[in-house]
């Protein structure tokens, strides 16, 4: 028996040991390289599944082969979401076939209400990226139609954004609303205002988001639902996951891309509240859990795929070890099970929620957390996450959601945030760090890059 254990610690130690070797081994330029040709030759396959079966619909059914479109008509949302993500990786045939696809087709005078968050950080996003990197006018006139056609969202009593809003009458719906819907138009609206010179963009969007502010906690949190027609809060769960995740993130990357003191002013007083109230810490790293926005209680335990964003966030904006330490947690929650699932409980350390939809936070924060520090260590988190999508997401047609992380069984979703964000930051973690300049632009919430231009 003591012999048995002796054997296990020993053996424990050196499975530690070789982790910790690991770590900190040498990534060498020729296996960045490799990387690099990994993930292009990933986009490539996931374009091609998309051109041969679902070209001109939003998205690819990848098991079935088939199409999905969101609305009465498609509004091209791959090949817009995927454009810029192509011209980063020096994709360029496959850029020009999504651009002459976007430019000869893509119209938004479609009879139907859209949920203006979605619409608005994938569409608007790539198309005003598409053209401050191709400089087409087109894309801009596209841009500027769908940001006027969402503009009536904003009238509400209080200025905060309506969910839904319809492209040709401008019907509103859906006042029950949450920060991260109200607070994460504020770079797209606020960009389109810096191009067209139109300052009504910028105006609304940051007169919804400071609403929530003004109306933040006595502990400076938010909650998780808002009504946008009396200001009251519905909803008093305060987290950084699904629902408020963003207007943290946009609060700071607004600041970045245009200066504005109040957005930084509010982002720092959110952030010490966040660090002060929601942080777990625990062996495997920190987690975050939820809270009641006005006692502070706690009152849950849960983590999952989108609450990893935050390392990154809180490593760029200025506290690189607390970041270290969530990275720790994203990286156990991603190795634990496979491939991290959508949610866990991370006290029970049990699963809640098994699916993963390829989504891109925990190799975004590798992402920021190799940029901010150039430890290897963060190459090689990047490493296994991206090989084990390659190796266990991929199917003949493009690469599919998985319906659970811990059988790999796939289920029918390739979503367009797949091309957008997840390749973009699988490539940009090992791509020389020219390839993209934070110092010059300010990624949005989907990677869309927007130019810094103080003005
Ligand atoms: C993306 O559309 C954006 O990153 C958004 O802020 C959160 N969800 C998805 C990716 O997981």
């Not at 619909?57 to 999905?68: E, G, R, V, Y």
Request: proline share 2%; charged share 25%; aromatic share 14%.
């Amino acid at each position: 028996m003591r012999k048995n254990r002796f054997i296990l610690t020993a053996f424990s130690l050196l499975f530690s040991v070789s982790i910790v070797a690991q770590k900190d081994a040498p990534f060498t330029d020729e296996m960045k390289k490799e990387m690099c040709n990994k993930v292009k030759e990933a986009t490539q396959h996931a374009w091609k599944g998309y051109k041969d079966y679902a070209w001109g619909a939003d998205d690819l059914k990848p098991l079935t082969k088939t199409s999905k479109t969101w609305y009465k008509q498609s509004m091209l949302t791959t090949p817009v979401d995927a454009f810029d993500t192509f011209t980063l990786l020096g994709l360029t045939t496959e850029a020009k076939e999504a651009k002459e696809l976007i430019l000869s087709k893509l119209n938004f005078n479609i009879d139907n209400d859209v949920q203006v968050f979605e619409i608005t950080i994938r569409l608007l996003a790539g198309l005003l990226t598409a053209y401050e990197m191709d400089g087409d006018k087109k894309f801009l006139a596209l841009a500027k139609d769908l940001g006027d056609r969402l503009m009536p969202a904003f009238n509400s009593k209080t200025g905060m954004p309506y969910r839904y809003v319809h492209l040709q009458t401008g019907k509103t719906r859906d006042g029950i609303n949450n920060p991260a819907e109200i607070g994460t138009l504020m770079m797209e609206f606020g960009k389109l205002s810096k191009i067209t010179g139109d300052k009504k963009y910028y105006e609304a969007a940051k007169k919804g988001m400071m609403y929530v502010y003004d109306h933040r906690s006595t502990l400076d949190l938010v909650g998780e639902q808002i009504d946008v027609e009396t200001g009251n809060w519905v909803n008093a769960r305060s987290h950084i996951g699904a629902y408020i995740d963003s207007y943290y993130e946009y609060l700071y990357k607004s600041w970045l891309l245009f200066g504005d003191k109040d957005f930084k002013t509010a982002f720092d007083v959110h952030n010490a509240a966040i660090k002060k109230h929601l942080i777990s810490k625990t062996d495997k790293g920190w987690f975050m859990h939820q809270v009641d926005m006005n006692t502070g209680k706690q009152i849950g335990t849960t983590y999952g795929a989108l609450e990893a964003f935050y390392a990154g966030l809180c490593a760029f904006s200025g506290d690189v070890e607390t970041g270290r330490q969530i990275q720790e947690a994203n990286y156990y929650m991603w190795t634990k099970f496979n491939i991290e699932p959508e949610e866990f409980d991370f006290k029970a350390d049990t699963i809640t929620s098994a699916y993963y939809i390829l989504r891109p936070e925990n190799l975004e924060s590798a992402f920021y957390m190799y940029r901010l520090t150039g430890e290897n260590k963060y190459l090689w988190q990047g490493k296994t996450m991206v090989q084990s999508i390659l190796d266990h997401c991929r199917n003949d047609a493009g690469f599919a959601s998985l319906k659970n992380v811990q059988t790999y069984e796939k289920t029918n979703s390739m979503e367009s945030f797949f091309f957008g964000e997840t390749l973009k930051y699988a490539y940009l973690i090992f791509a020389p760090q020219s390839t993209l300049d934070l110092k010059k632009v300010v990624l949005t919430t989907e990677a869309h890059p927007f130019k810094i231009i103080k003005k």
